[in-house]
């Protein structure tokens, strides 16, 4: 009998570039208080939002996914065909099938690779990352495409006081591939199905075919959520960083799921970070973007120069589900 083949496998992976794009509309807090009677100072004080970015009309989710990507495949240096996977981390995409990672892949010039979304809101993007150092090491792909991209403004309700006055839009995109060194950690994960419904829609799409509801759009259950960010996320933030065998001191950045920046703060306070860990607060500017946050608010570390190529960042996504994944990677 014969042997089958198999593929060679690679040792180490890493993040070679990141891109970004966001929505074009910069909304204030002024803006959004009257609908769900509030005010800036009482939004700052909650949630750490000064203003959000939000897509106008004309400016797609695929718009913002392509924009993002093709930053990175640019900074990467790669030639798109190389593109083994392309992965898409959304809750938006306006079709249930096929998927937008189908769409995407002919954008960018990825016409030779297997493309499917992922559905795991806010931990997206990690979830994505976790794969896509899989499928790297494991000689699948050599290189993999990972973009956490939202449109939340299409699923919000202006009177939701819970999540929807957080939200904003973007794209965050990373190339991932091989490596002489490792540069992406084992990635600590899973999900708390018994809060499924903490955050989530205010009702199926069946219901609203049926008539029996309105449009569905987001909303949570906030101080659940709150309490199990900061208690059970700090927890599976230190198990990442044993995971990688590396100390709180041992970072250049933490980068969190931007939610809230009371939760942020409490991961700092948690974890014991020194103060020469430099600590992403991009929700203060763009909102809470889900699957699309972690791979902005590390864009912008590296473009504004407040951390530098080779270091080490613990990013960590959570959200619904109650989904969560955390690694940490080396700085691209």
């Known amino acids: 009998m014969k042997t089958l083949l198999q593929t060679q496998p690679v040792p180490f992976t890493r993040i070679y570039a990141l891109g970004a794009a966001r929505g074009d509309l910069t909304v204030t807090n002024d803006e959004i208080a009257g609908p769900i009677d509030s005010s800036d100072e009482w939004i700052r004080q909650r949630t750490g939002v000064v203003t959000r970015k939000r897509a106008s009309k004309d400016r797609s989710l695929m718009d913002m996914a392509s924009e993002a990507a093709d930053e990175a495949i640019k900074k990467a240096g790669i030639d ?49 990352i976790a794969q896509a150092d899989a499928l790297v090491r494991s000689g699948v792909a050599k290189y993999v495409l990972v973009v956490g991209g939202e449109k939340l403004s299409d699923f919000i309700e202006p009177t939701d006081r819970s999540i929807s006055f957080l939200l904003g839009d973007g794209a965050g995109a990373a190339i991932v591939g091989p490596s002489d060194h490792p540069g992406i950690s084992k990635t600590v994960w899973g999900a708390d199905g018994s809060n499924w419904d903490k955050v989530g829609m205010t009702n199926s799409l069946i219901d609203f075919r049926d008539g029996k509801a309105t449009w569905p759009t987001l909303v949570q259950e906030g101080p659940s959520v709150f309490r199990w960010a900061v208690w059970e ?41 020194p103060d020469s860990v430099v600590v992403a607060r991009d929700i203060i500017e763009t909102g809470n973007t889900s699957a699309a946050s972690i791979p902005l608010a590390m864009h912008r570390l590296l ?30």
């Open 80 to 128: 798109p065909e190389e593109i083994g996977a392309v992965i898409l981390a959304t809750i938006t995409f306006p079709f249930q099938t096929p998927s937008g990672a189908s769409l995407l892949s002919e954008l960018v010039g990825a016409k030779k690779a297997a493309a499917y979304d992922i559905s795991a809101a806010c931990a997206g993007y990690c979830y994505g």
């Open 233 to 273: 996320m700090a927890k599976v933030a230190k198990q990442a960083l044993e995971e990688a065998g590396l100390e709180a001191k041992d970072l250049s950045a933490l980068v969190t799921h931007q939610a809230n920046i009371r939760i942020i703060d409490e991961f700092v306070k948690q974890l014991e970070l």
């Open 303 to 332: 473009a504004e120069g407040q951390v530098k190529s080779g270091g080490y960042a613990l990013e960590i996504g959570f959200g619904a589900g109650l989904a969560f994944a955390a690694q940490v990677v080396e700085l691209p």
